[in-house]
């Protein structure tokens, strides 16, 4: 009988060993993360129409908005936007409610893979909160566009969960296949970097 810890590491495709648990950034490529983030469903899957929405998606749109709030925002973090969901490439995309249940371990593993993925790519392991507040002002605006258009929720419910986008144009969603979203994601990352 052995003593030996549970594996808490997944094999990437690009060959690397991410360790869930202790990420170093070294282990991570931004083509695992566009490959996954482009295969992970938002809503649980729970959305109209054939495609499922997936993360790489949402993740562009939330650069998107973030620089209609702010255009002339820094590229550092327009790529932080872009990254703000970059874990779930190897934790799956948790609906807030299920996060909120699970509480600190999972919001541990989250911030130490989120944490990682930073520093691989140039950025501070921790975002200053006013870049925090406008991603997060973003990423709630995206998911009441996705709530009211793919996600079954009427406007007067999903205006109790989610504010009511301000500053941004309301947008409308088109679901676009994982190739798709993965290369847009690929794009918009290859275009921030430079």
């Known amino acids: 009988m052995t003593n030996d810890a549970p594996r808490a590491w997944q094999r990437m495709l690009s060959g690397r060993r991410l360790d869930i648990l202790d990420p170093s950034p070294l282990d991570v ?23 499922p929405f997936n993360v790489a998606q949402h993740s562009v749109i939330v650069l998107d908005l973030c620089l209609q709030m702010k255009p002339d925002w820094k590229r550092e973090w327009q790529l932080a936007a872009l990254l703000h969901d970059a874990p779930e490439y190897v934790i799956g995309d948790m609906i807030s409610p299920f996060k909120g249940a699970l509480g600190g371990n999972y919001k541990k593993v989250e911030a ?16 200053p909160e006013a870049v925090e507040k406008l991603i997060k002002k973003a990423d709630r605006a995206c998911a009441y566009f996705e709530a009211t258009q793919i996600a079954g929720f009427n406007v007067d419910e999903a205006s109790k969960l989610f504010p009511v986008p301000k500053k941004v144009d309301p947008i409308q969603l088109k679901i676009l296949s994982t190739e798709d979203s993965q290369a847009l994601y690929l794009d918009r990352f290859n275009s921030l970097r430079g």
């Not at 490529?29 to 495609?51: K, S």
């Not at 893979?113 to 930073?118: E, G, R, S, V």
């Open 29 to 51: 490529e931004i083509e695992d993360i566009a490959h996954g983030l482009a295969r992970v469903a938002r809503w649980n899957g729970q959305t109209i129409g054939v495609l």
């Open 112 to 127: 130490g893979l989120q944490n990682a993925i930073h520093v691989r790519f140039g950025l501070p392991a921790e975002l």
